[in-house]
T-cell receptor, first 111, second 113 residues
Framework: GQQLNQSPQSMFIQEGEDVSMNCTSS?????WLWYKQEPGEGPVLLIALYKAGELTSNGRLTAQFGITRKDSFLNISASIPSDVGIYFC???????????FGTGTSLTVIP | GEEVAQTPKHLVRGEGQKAKLYCAPI?????VFWYQQVLKNEFKFLISFQNENVFDETGMPKERFSAKCLPNSPCSLEIQATKLEDSAVYFC???????????FGQGTRLTVV
């Protein structure tokens, strides 16, 4: 199956700092999705990307669909304590038969 | 409904017993995906459906796992003769069209003892 490499694996940052994380795939993707998961909950969709080069924002979150179609980036600006959680990227190829998931980035925000 | 509804939230089964999990996708969504999440947070794909048709079942351990999405009924994932290693959280997601945003349910935590 497709391999999605997500980095960094974990981040410890001060409140107010900006955060960047990324995902790379071994294959070309048609769709990139970014999720946040908190303990005991299901993943919550943050941003969906559908075109190479697309840059989409959702509040303090901004994500980009890489121009090679093999990577995606998520940035969080001015982090706050409620940003704590695990962030996952997910992508699908043109067949759309499944979404492949990254291994997650665990974010800790220190007040 | 407006959200993916999974039941039950928790399920405990003795080793060898059957487990059945349910998922009601968002109304109007044609695609359903099942994933297994274990302690390392890894999402393992199990199976996907396009309406009531199996779309991709390459992740299913076919000997003991089966799944259905029948019209006018919640989708189901059934595990016959559960094993300790089946303990995990099982998530269902749905999307309206091919390759579009997928929304997840709250999951079912299965514990096999």
């Amino acid at each position: 199956g497709q391999q999605l490499n997500q980095s960094p694996q974990s981040m410890f940052i001060q409140e107010g700092e900006d955060v960047s994380m990324n995902c790379t795939s071994s294959s070309i993707f048609n769709t990139w999705l970014w999720y946040k998961q908190e303990p005991g909950e299901g993943p919550v969709l943050l941003i969906a990307l559908y075109k190479a080069g697309e840059l989409t924002s959702n509040g303090r979150l901004t994500a980009q669909f890489g121009i090679t179609r093999k990577d995606s980036f998520l940035n969080i600006s001015a982090s706050i304590p409620s940003d704590v959680g695990i962030y996952f990227c997910a992508g699908s190829t043109n067949t759309g038969n499944q979404f492949y998931f990254g291994t997650g980035t665990s974010l800790t925000v220190i007040p | 409904g407006e959200e993916v509804a999974q039941t039950p939230k928790h399920l405990v089964r003795g080793e060898g017993q059957k487990a059945k999990l349910y998922c009601a996708p968002i109304k109007g969504h044609s695609y359903v995906f099942w994933y297994q999440q274990v302690l390392k947070n890894e999402f393992k794909f199990l199976i996907s459906f396009q309406n009531e048709n199996v779309f991709d079942e390459t992740g299913m351990p076919k000997e003991r796992f089966s799944a259905k999405c029948l019209p006018n009924s919640p989708c189901s994932l059934e595990i016959q003769a559960t094993k300790l290693e089946d303990s995990a959280v099982y998530f269902c997601a749905s999307s309206q069209f091919l390759n579009t945003e997928a929304f997840f349910g709250q999951g079912t935590r299965l514990t096999v003892v």
